[in-house]
Nanobody
């Protein structure tokens, strides 16, 4: 099982980025997926998660109204659309797959390498 996040970069405050997480999982549609981020000197924190069906999504308070998580089961890919970015969104963003949707990173079984997002003021 491999997860590969991409789409990070440098953006000005107020800008947008779309992160992608490509999964090499035979049964991609059976998993829940989450996005987490970690800034230097801080603990990893939950950003958003989506159920296998795509019908239910959960967001951290900091992400509500600005970020949207989605998935394309045909492409084995999960997305995180990030709008109205703020400097405090600067972090390394990772995607994870698990058998149940959760905000606790310990609930996820598989992790990919992250992609860096830097938001300048």
């Amino acid at each position: 099982v491999q997860l590969q996040a991409s789409g990070g970069g440098l953006v000005q405050a107020g800008g947008s980025l779309r992160l992608s997480c490509a999964a090499s999982i035979h049964t991609f549609s059976n998993f829940a997926y989450g996005w987490f981020r970690q800034a230097p000197g801080k603990e990893r924190e939950f950003v958003a998660a989506i159920m296998w069906s795509g019908r239910n999504a959960y967001y951290a308070d900091s992400a509500k109204g600005r970020f949207t998580i989605s998935r394309d089961n045909a492409k084995n890919t999960v997305y995180l659309q990030m709008n109205s970015l703020k400097p405090e969104d600067t972090a390394n963003y990772s995607c994870a797959a698990g058998f149940q949707i959760a905000t606790d990173p310990r609930s996820y079984n598989y992790w990919g390498q992250g992609t860096q997002v830097t938001v300048s003021s």
